[in-house]
């Protein structure tokens, strides 16, 4: 039996390719990416370790501190079996040594844990008669789950920061109290779990993504980055996990997790899918996502590629964070570019950091340049005195003197831009808008928290060469390079330069000052489609907002 279980599973329909995922939160990793996470793996430890193969080593220990099918644990058994067949020779001793010496799993609800244990042990009983595992004494064997609760203060969880409104909710159902972040030191608590003093060697897996946190509207807060701060609290000689790619630029509750990311050394490759659904089919995942590699005794450069569908892979070992810049430059040839415009700008090479005078973002507004919440709208006939508002799904008339905010901005020229980017701005789709349709509000007019206000500029004329700087698509290329979601916001503009208002800005003009080569010009017109401001505005009828 368990040479059939290792043998066959060539011919045999894996039922892993094919179940259905628990949410967009807890989502199953396919084999074949949880395969080419290994492979990686296996490349670095030979690459430090002088060529030696990591599965035929009997004593490394690995763990998936949130298994939710077992493939990360499956595979890597898989592996073990075959790499550790010579020194090993014996089939039920080597497996049997391989599932009690050296994998490790958590599980993140009562019935992950059952699959994980049915892909690893072929039981869901680790003691069980069907187990090809026979050195255990407990049916959870080395794949653990407790029930665990959330600590409670001030309505939020102490550990995780859910809502105690959303999820507090009874014995009934999963609490979502992940035990892997649910702890004071992850230290004890695995010797607690799994006894003696461990130390693993290897952490790889796909973490849960987000929790509702109980805000306005569909809201959720990120939780992956608690996963990697845990694990690597744990010191592994290796780190390997796969999580949303929004981390890059920060947003809601990432701010310091990115800083301390990019700052840290020891992240020696990201594998950057510009599309989920190119890793997770099916799943309504915007912003893409990667895979890294962490290496706690071989700190250097990062290794970063690129992929999306059938475009050839991108990749450039380089620095996580350049000199002047606050987020990860997600495209390596975007890197490139951005280096020349800042060169030209600047006159100097040695930082992203356009000075303050250059900076497009200080014509930008905050997310609401009136004070008005998205959901306000104006009265549907003018009366004296009312200023032009533009809101969420038209226009409408308020009075001057009840405008609370950005009064100084209501008698200048200025543009609108949508702050969400509908249409195929928000989809991992490539070229794409990256920005709604700007147009021009005509002095006498204000805007809802739906738009974002560009000014205040002092003509007509002013505004058309804004506005069709905005359409270039080189401008929108520096926008993207700053843009971790669908929600554009001030900060997006920081690589924008500043440019002269008094002429109609083409991209020929842009290439042929940055002086950008035929490959760079390509790689942009790859990236960003042509906008035409006639047939976008049809599409931005619609404005979807989405929080950071």
Not at 468 to 482: D, N, Q, V
Request: charged content about 25%; glycine content about 8%.
């Amino acid at each position: 039996m368990i040479q059939a279980s290792f043998t066959l599973r060539g011919r045999n329909p894996d039922v892993l390719t094919c179940i259905a995922n628990l949410s967009n939160d807890e989502v199953f990793t396919p084999p074949e990416f949880a395969n080419r996470m290994l492979d990686t793996l296996a490349e670095a430890w030979a690459a430090s370790n002088n060529g030696a193969n990591i599965w035929a080593d009997k004593t490394v220990k690995f763990l998936d501190p949130f298994t939710k099918t077992g493939v990360f644990l499956r595979e890597i058994t898989s592996r073990l079996n075959k790499g550790l067949a010579d020194e090993m020779p014996n089939l039920e001793e080597r497996v049997n040594h391989i599932l009690t010496q050296q994998v490790f799993g958590i599980g993140i609800t009562h019935l992950t844990s059952l699959l994980a244990r049915r892909s690893v042990y072929c039981s869901k009983r680790a003691n069980g008669s069907h187990s090809i595992a026979k050195g255990f004494d407990s049916e959870a064997g080395n794949i653990w789950f407790e029930r665990t609760e959330h600590t409670w203060a001030n309505s939020k969880c102490t550990f995780c920061g859910t809502s105690q409104a959303v999820l507090d909710r009874g014995e009934a159902l999963e609490t979502h109290a992940y035990a892997f972040i649910h702890a004071d030191n992850i230290k004890t608590r695995m010797n607690e779990l799994f006894g003696g003093n461990m130390q693993f060697d290897v952490i790889i897996g796909n973490p849960p993504y987000q929790l509702d946190d109980g805000g306005f509207g569909k809201s959720a807060a990120p939780i992956y980055q608690l996963f990697v701060e845990q694990a690597k609290k744990l010191e592994p000689r290796y780190l390997s996990l796969v999580i949303p790619a929004r981390w890059f630029a920060g947003g809601k509750g990432l701010d310091e997790f990115r800083e301390a990311m990019l700052a840290d050394n020891r992240l020696r490759s990201i594998d950057d899918y510009l599309s989920a659904a190119d890793v997770f089919p099916g799943v309504g995942l915007k912003g893409g996502v990667c895979y890294f590699l962490w290496e706690r005794d071989n700190p250097g450069l990062c290794r970063v590629t690129t992929r999306f569908k059938d475009w050839p892979d991108s990749t450039a070992t380089r620095q996580l964070l350049e000199k002047g810049a606050d987020v990860f430059i997600r495209f390596n040839e975007g890197l490139s570019i951005l280096k020349k415009v800042v060169s030209v700008e600047t006159g100097q090479s040695e930082t992203l950091l356009l000075p303050e005078s250059k900076r497009f973002d200080r014509l930008v507004s905050s997310r609401k340049p009136f004070a008005l919440e998205t959901t306000f709208k104006g009265k549907a006939t003018k009366r004296a005195g009312d200023v032009l508002i533009y809101q969420n799904g038209g226009t409408g008339y308020v009075a001057r003197n009840s405008v609370p905010s950005g009064t100084e901005l209501i008698d200048k020229w200025k543009i609108y831009i949508g702050r969400a980017a509908p249409g195929t701005g928000n989809r991992d789709t490539y070229p794409h808008r990256i920005l709604s349709t700007p147009f021009i509000g005509e002095p006498g007019s204000i805007c809802s928290e739906t738009y974002l206000c560009i000014g205040p500029l002092d003509s007509k004329s002013e505004a058309e060469s804004v506005l069709s700087y905005l359409t270039c698509r080189l401008t929108r290329l520096l926008i993207l390079l700053h843009k971790p979601s669908q929600d554009t916001t001030r900060k997006v503009y920081t690589f924008v330069p500043t440019q002269d208002w008094t002429k109609q800005w083409t991209d020929a003009d842009l290439y042929a000052k940055y002086d950008l080569t035929v490959s760079e010009i390509a790689f942009i017109e790859k990236i960003v489609r042509p906008m035409d401001l006639a047939s976008d505005f049809l599409e931005d009828v619609t404005v979807v907002e989405e929080d950071e």
